[in-house]
């Protein structure tokens, strides 16, 4: 089966040239940000503004946009819808293990698999040119990216449905698989990024983020624009009341998860509240931190409770079958992901412009940690989006039919040549783009 007018889907897959009609993508972002914390907007533009990638990774409407003016495959699976290369990392499983998977599922929806490639592919030669890699080693890393997942379709579609299900990438897989024939620098990079991971935990979110308050009770610490407490937020009468919401909230939360998980919920008590900046696509959602404590002051459990709207790619591939936005985040996470944190769950609340709003929620820093693309190195970023590539094709595996996605894709040298060409061509869209919207700014 082939994309119609192309004569295959490598050939469709590279395609890129706007639509005659392209809506300025400034009027999209403004659209995107209604509804945002009109505060926190003049920071999200100024981040935005500080590199053609900063601003890749905060336009996945713009992207979307694009993407629906295209040829349109039928291979159909769950897409993350912002499968940029800072959506990938590391995070502790269940069982402890420290494992490499997508991690952001802000705009996950069901749609055709070459959305994700194609924004995958872009991040990573906008990411090449803001390191000043040349042509030739940008491609290079294109090109290990769209192999890597050609061959994880290969692979994947051999696998017992349960082999399958169970495959995860864990930092022993990276060095054993990825990383055994890479130059001494490189290995030094992914050393770096799985320490500061085991370091990025519970104990050190209550030690960087909290402080003693009255009474030698633990609270959150003010670390503006970062970190606002709620009690900098609030009046004094309003406090109470939003104590009471905060546990109204919980008890909704808890329904989302199951009897044994509700039971380790209930060990915590309520401490704090405060409201966070999260990254540059996410800066002006709503972004809750909670603070809750067990038995004992040094045994915290800290949670993020993050607003969650309509996905971005709702306009162009229909509505999401769930009513509400933090459901689908959580249930997109669990098909895409091999292992998934065991506090994942969702809620409605009203918020503070008297609005109900979706929200999902997940523990903080539990082992959290990416790769630093701003330093990387050319073979750095090589080996990275290799593994990149192998865990997106696990998770459109998992999601969708491996056994026709790998037929379908199985002309690798076409598809490499495709997915080069478009990441290029975008690459030089996204420039100029951000030209225009940093020229908006002054």
């Known amino acids: 089966m082939t994309v119609e007018g192309c004569t295959s ?15 300025n ?10 509804g945002r914390l009109p505060h926190l907007l003049p920071l999200r533009r100024r981040r935005m503004a500080e590199s053609p990638f900063a601003f890749y990774r905060a336009t996945a409407p713009v992207f979307a946009m694009d993407q629906s003016h295209l040829p349109r495959s039928s291979l159909v699976a769950q897409l993350s819808g912002d499968a940029h290369l800072s959506n990938f990392g590391l995070y502790r499983a269940p069982d402890r293990a420290l494992v490499f998977d997508l991690n952001d599922f802000d705009e996950t929806l069901a749609g055709p698999v070459e959305w994700d490639l194609r924004r995958l592919a872009a991040s990573i030669e906008l990411a090449g040119r803001d390191r000043g890699f040349g042509p030739t080693d940008r491609s290079r890393c294109v090109e290990d990216a769209t192999r890597a997942y050609v061959d994880g379709l290969a692979e994947f579609a051999t696998m017992h449905h349960l082999d399958l299900w169970y495959h995860r990438v864990t930092e022993e897989d990276i060095a054993d698989h990825w990383g055994n024939d890479a130059p001494k620098e490189v290995r030094r990079q992914f050393r770096e990024a799985t320490a500061k991971a085991r370091g990025k935990d519970r104990i050190r979110a ?4 909290t402080e003693e308050g009255d009474g030698g009770s633990r609270r959150f610490r003010g670390d503006l624009p970062n970190l606002t407490p709620a009690r900098d937020l609030t009046a004094t009468a309003d406090r109470d009341t939003l104590h009471a919401f905060i546990h109204t909230a919980l008890d909704s939360y808890r329904s989302t998860l199951s ?7 209930d060990r915590y008590r309520f401490t704090d509240v405060a409201l966070r900046v999260g990254g540059v696509g996410s800066i002006g959602t709503r972004c809750w931190l909670l603070l809750l404590l067990g038995d004992s002051p040094d045994d915290p459990l800290v949670l993020q409770v993050k607003e969650a709207g309509a996905s971005c790619l ?3 591939l229909g509505a999401s079958p769930y009513a509400e936005a933090g ?17 994942l769950g969702w809620e409605t609340l009203l918020s503070e412009d008297g609005l109900e709003h979706d929200y999902y929620v997940r523990q903080l820093w539990d082992g959290k940690g990416g790769f630093d693309v701003e330093r990387a190195g050319a073979r750095s970023l090589e080996v990275y989006a290799r593994v990149c590539g192998h865990c997106l094709a696990r998770a459109h595996a998992r999601t969708g039919d491996a056994g ?29 783009d951000f030209a225009a919207f940093s020229a908006s700014q002054d």
């Not at 590279?14 to 639509?19: H, L, V």
């Not at 209550?206 to 983020?209: H, P, S």
């Not at 009897?259 to 919920?265: E, F, I, K, S």
């Open 327 to 343: 459901q689908r985040v959580v249930e997109g996470q669990r098909r895409m992901q091999a292992s998934t944190d065991v506090f």
């Open 314 to 316: 709702e306009p162009y």
């Open 9 to 23: 889907h490598e050939e469709a897959f590279g395609e890129w040239s706007p639509a005659p009609d392209r809506p």
């Open 25 to 34: 993508p400034n009027e999209v972002i403004a659209a995107d940000e209604q």
């Open 404 to 432: 026709e996605l790998a037929a379908a894709l199985d002309d690798r040298r076409a598809l490499v040549r495709a997915m080069c060409e478009f990441a290029s061509r975008y690459a030089d869209q996204v420039e100029a």
């Open 259 to 265: 009897v044994d998980r509700q039971m380790l919920l």
């Open 206 to 209: 209550l030690r960087k983020l």
